[in-house]
């Protein structure tokens, strides 16, 4: 007897449905698996078999071949276990035929016949709605990936008899539907941390809000202790929330890495702050089977790098062309991954050596200092940054202040206010924010009065500045005016915005 | 052939230097007694070794040394020599001084106040703005600036002296034509455009060689009548300049430090040696020139427009240390992102530095 059954496989964060073909036939008795496997799944075989004769089955003495095809593709991971062995009984006749059809089922055995959790469940149900499968069979500790995909039946089983019996008498546990919306508010202002607590850093916080507000990399500079860190650690309470779909989008990255905590998405735009004695590969992924990186995990949040002069250089190097294309490709020899990677990059470092550049009392480093320090951050990285900002070091007197400036709330206000006109404007191009302009948009999007194009020209000669900085500025500008709400580029928010540029 | 093309001839001889000239001038009273001279002679002189008689019999060759010396004055190179009418005068007292010179651009007036700066190349930013400030006090007063152009004070200094408007003269450690280092080639350009010049006592194509550095430092001091040591080590290059300097008779100003900074120990110990304190440009100008008049800070009331007013507020917080952006709104009482404004548009003017992001010193 032949049968087939669908399960998926995972590649980068994307899945990709797998047939599983059980055929049992006559001559010596044996228990064949076929199909480019990886050696998790040739173990299979055994918790297949175990879990089948723990349930109070028998398998007969056949020749049994299992075939999971597209046979070209290298398949990896345990979730194989469930499929083999619904396949396997479809095809002896315990499993009615009919009722696997249309369904995918995934999940790992365990030898007692229990069906165990797995990753990327969330992908896998998002794939299967999209290639139009009836239902999605998940192991029930994956249940809650489940339930947020709509369009979809999913059913969750505990115990390979369970999901036996429940098959054959179309009796199978449904997953409820949760709305992700109402959640999602919830989990929106909670949050200890808040820019009212960050005292005496007006100007960094005004500099933040104008990153966030148009979506621009941010860079910081200051001394040790003055707050780098911490500005940085607040910029997830003024990110606007998450869509239904970012967080389905996000909370899959999650799932494929099996990093979805306490059984609930991802509820937070995620804020990523690797060490910097990280990997080029832990940052941007990679791997024989590409896994998601840092920059990946960050995606549609923060990829925070602290003393980004002590990463190694190529490992900052090896951001360039993820941060510009907002993903990343990862090519193997057989098979190529595309992960999302659209995330805001925030920087911070010292300026100098000892850190207290140019404060003399504590700083003695030389010119020649200063300047090596700071070329182990320029070039290439530094371009991809918007908006430098410098964070400062605050008398005593004003730390014991009570809350004052701007509070996280009111920040997010204003952005959100930034950003909705963004939104208006850019409706028809298919970007969101001012800092995606493309260089040929930027005369459309971003056009100065004669007198203030007569001042930009002022200060790139002056300053010194790069063609790439000649728009930084103008994007900037933009995303003030957009703060301010006004509907042209004023002269005070080009010098703003000159004021953010980099100086390094 | 005329005297220019004989200093110009005896001055570019392989592997002849200064003192093999000094020694033939103790014989001979001019080059053209020395091209006239036989082999014979020479070597009955036992002067110079065989191998350099050979190069000054080779280099004999009327055609050539007229031809290169018309293509020197094409490139707009002057050559002049001891002999010359605008050999500079304060060059001619000093011991070792160079035969010939070679100049694109002016060369220091003889009767002009000229001051020479020198320091440390890899200098801290306290020797930056006191290098800016003390040059710029003196430059716009009409004194001549004299430098080394290498990296650090020699370059802060002529730039200083250039953006106040003054003239300024850089003494290179190289042929003319050999700008080293290969930054300063907007600086090179500018010193000359800006009506001062780039000398040298060596002939083009020279390279730059380590030991021509202190050696060429004798002339930055020969050229000055005051030398300002803004930054030194223990042992530096700066301080065989100062010595040069005490030996030429120049008065010497050391820039005071800080007692455990290493960069001042050098100013520090000429300092306990008996040199003269930079205490303030005042006190340099006063010591100087012998009288101050007030410098541009207090034109501040002439700089800005009547629409400017609010920028002007901005400027008269700033001071030289360099204050935080947050500090000055709190001061000014404005918001941010005004002040943010005003301080790129001071900038823009000139009138500010941004020294370390949103750190502001006022300039001028």
């Given at each position: 007897m032949f049968s087939k059954v669908f399960s998926a496989d995972i590649c980068g964060v994307d899945a990709y449905p797998i047939c599983v073909e059980a055929d049992v036939s006559g001559g010596l008795p044996s228990f064949n698996m076929v199909g480019l496997l990886s050696s998790e799944i040739r173990e299979a075989r055994d918790r297949v078999i175990r879990a089948i004769t723990n349930s109070q089955i028998d398998i007969p003495p056949r020749r049994v071949t299992i075939n999971l095809s597209p046979a070209s593709l290298r398949k990896q991971g345990s979730g194989f276990d469930l499929p083999i062995a619904v396949a396997l009984l479809s095809a002896l006749g315990?499993?009615?035929?009919?009722?696997?059809?249309?369904r995918l089922f995934i999940g790992e055995l365990s030898l007692d016949g229990s069906i165990n959790k797995v990753n990327g469940v969330l992908p896998i149900c998002m794939m299967a709605r999209q290639q139009g499968f009836k239902s999605v069979i998940v192991p029930k500790d994956n249940a809650f990936e489940g339930?947020?995909?709509?369009g979809l039946e999913v059913y969750s089983a505990g115990t390979l008899s369970e999901l036996i019996e429940s098959l054959n008498k179309d009796s199978l546990n449904p997953v409820s539907k949760i709305d992700l919306g109402p959640v999602l508010d919830r989990a929106?202002?909670?949050?200890?941390?808040?820019?009212?607590?960050?005292?005496?850093?007006e100007k960094a916080k005004r500099a933040t809000m104008v990153a966030v507000a148009g979506f621009h990399n941010l860079l910081y500079i200051g001394a040790?202790?003055?707050?780098k860190s911490m500005m940085a650690r607040c910029i997830p309470t003024i990110l606007n929330r998450m869509s239904v779909e970012e967080c389905l989008e996000v909370s899959r990255i999650y799932s494929v890495i099996g990093?979805?905590?306490?059984?609930?998405?991802?509820?937070?735009r995620p804020f990523r702050a690797p060490h910097h004695t990280t990997t080029d590969t832990a940052l941007i992924g990679g791997g024989s089977n590409p896994r998601p990186g840092e920059i990946t995990l960050a995606h549609k949040g923060v990829l925070f790098l602290d003393?980004?002069?002590?990463?190694?250089r190529d490992v900052i190097e090896s951001l360039r062309i993820p941060i510009e294309q907002k993903s990343i490709v990862i090519s193997r020899v057989s098979r190529q991954a595309r992960m999302p990677a659209d995330c805001m990059l925030v920087l911070a470092t010292n300026p100098c050596k000892c850190g207290f550049y140019p404060d003399r009392r504590l700083c003695r480093c030389t010119d020649a200092d200063v300047a090596h320090y700071m070329s182990k951050i320029k070039g290439p990285i530094m371009d991809r940054i918007d908006i430098c900002a410098g964070t400062a070091r605050v008398e005593a007197s004003r730390?014991?202040?009570?809350?004052?400036?701007?509070t996280s709330e009111y920040m997010r206000g204003r952005i959100a206010a930034a950003q909705s006109i963004q939104r208006e404007r850019f409706r028809d191009v298919?970007?969101?924010?001012?800092?995606?302009?493309?260089q040929e948009d930027i005369d459309i999007f971003c056009p100065l009065k004669d007198p203030l194009k007569d001042l930009l020209n002022k200060a790139y000669k002056k300053f010194n500045m790069t063609a790439r900085g000649y728009y930084k500025v103008l994007k900037v500008a933009r995303t003030i005016a957009d703060l301010e709400e006004s509907r042209d580029i004023q002269k005070n928010h080009l010098l703003e915005a000159i004021s953010y540029r980099n100086i390094y | 052939m005329t005297t220019d093309e004989y200093w110009y001839w005896l001055c570019n001889?392989?592997?002849?230097?200064q003192q093999d000239l000094d020694r033939l001038f103790s014989i001979f009273d001019s080059p053209e007694e020395i091209y006239k001279v036989q082999p014979y002679q020479l070597k009955e002189l036992k002067i110079l070794t065989a191998d350099q008689i050979k190069a000054l019999y080779r280099s004999r060759n009327e055609k050539k040394i007229v031809e290169k010396l018309n293509k020197l004055y094409k490139e707009g190179i002057r050559f002049v020599h001891?002999?010359?009418?605008?050999?500079?005068e304060r060059l001619?007292?000093?011991?070792?001084?160079?035969y010939s010179l070679y100049v694109k651009g002016q060369l220091p007036d003889n009767d002009r106040h000229a001051a020479g700066v020198v320091g440390a190349r890899s200098c801290s930013r306290y020797g930056r703005e006191m290098t800016e400030v003390f040059t710029k006090e003196l430059a716009v007063r009409g004194v001549d600036i004299i430098s080394g152009?290498?990296?650090g004070i020699d370059s802060i200094s002529a730039r200083a002296a250039l953006d106040a408007g003054g003239r300024t003269f850089a003494v290179l450690g190289?042929?003319?034509?050999?700008?080293?280092?290969?930054?300063?080639i907007e600086l090179y350009y500018e010193i000359i455009l800006k009506g001062g010049g780039i000398i040298s006592?060596?002939?083009?194509?020279?390279?730059?060689?380590?030991?021509q550095f202190p050696h060429r430092n004798r002339l930055i001091s020969g050229l000055s009548d005051i030398l300002l040591v803004m930054e030194a080590r223990k042992k530096s290059g700066t301080l065989i300049t100062a010595g040069f300097a005490l030996d030429q008779g120049k008065d010497v100003y050391a820039l005071p430090g800080r007692v455990d900074d290493p960069l001042s120990e050098g100013c520090n110990k000429m300092i306990a040696d008996g040199a003269g304190v930079l205490l303030s440009p005042e006190y340099l100008i006063e010591d100087f020139l012998g009288r101050y008049a007030p410098g541009s800070r207090e034109k501040a009331e002439i700089i800005?427009?009547?629409?400017?007013q609010d920028i002007k507020v901005i400027y008269l917080l700033l001071d030289r240390d360099g204050m935080d952006i947050n500090d000055i709104a709190a001061k000014a009482g404005r918001p941010l992102e005004d002040v943010a404004a005003a301080l790129t548009e001071l900038e823009l003017k000139g009138?500010?530095?941004?020294?370390?992001?949103?750190v502001y010193v006022g300039t001028k």
């Open positions: 315990i499993i009615n035929m009919e009722k696997t059809e249309g339930s947020v995909v709509n929106y202002t909670e949050s200890s941390l808040d820019y009212g607590l960050v005292k005496g850093q040790p202790g003055s707050g990093k979805l905590k306490d059984n609930s998405m991802v509820l937070h003393e980004v002069g002590e990463f190694k730390l014991s202040e009570e809350m004052d400036g701007m298919g970007i969101s924010y001012n800092s995606q302009i493309r | 001889i392989e592997n002849v230097w001891k002999e010359s009418s605008d050999f500079p001619k007292i000093i011991e070792g001084c160079p152009m290498a990296h190289s042929g003319l034509n050999v700008i080293y280092p290969r930054e300063n006592e060596y002939p083009l194509d020279t390279p730059p060689l380590g030991w800005f427009a009547e629409d400017e009138l500010t530095k941004e020294i370390s992001r949103g």
